[in-house]
């Protein structure tokens, strides 16, 4: 389950399947530097797109 305190590189590493919500939403974060420090909060923030709605989409690609 992806919660808004892991990295980004955590859940990319882990959860490859990810990515492809992540670049919907024109999010590089599995090619950015900062993917190691910052948390999915901090990079959905980043991006001024909706935390929950975000993080809602990425547990459903998880369930496949």
């Not at 990515?19 to 024109?26: E, G, I, K, S, Y």
């Not at 190691?36 to 929950?52: C, K």
Request: glycine share 6%; with cysteine; charged share 25%.
């Amino acid at each position: 389950m992806i919660n808004r305190e892991m990295s980004i590189k955590e859940i990319v590493e882990n959860h490859p399947e990810c990515a492809a919500v992540l670049d919907r939403h024109n999010m590089g974060c599995a090619r950015c530097l900062a993917a190691s420090f910052e948390t999915i909060e901090e990079g959905i923030n980043a991006h001024g797109l909706n935390v929950d709605e975000i993080i809602s989409e990425l547990n459903n690609a998880l369930k496949g």
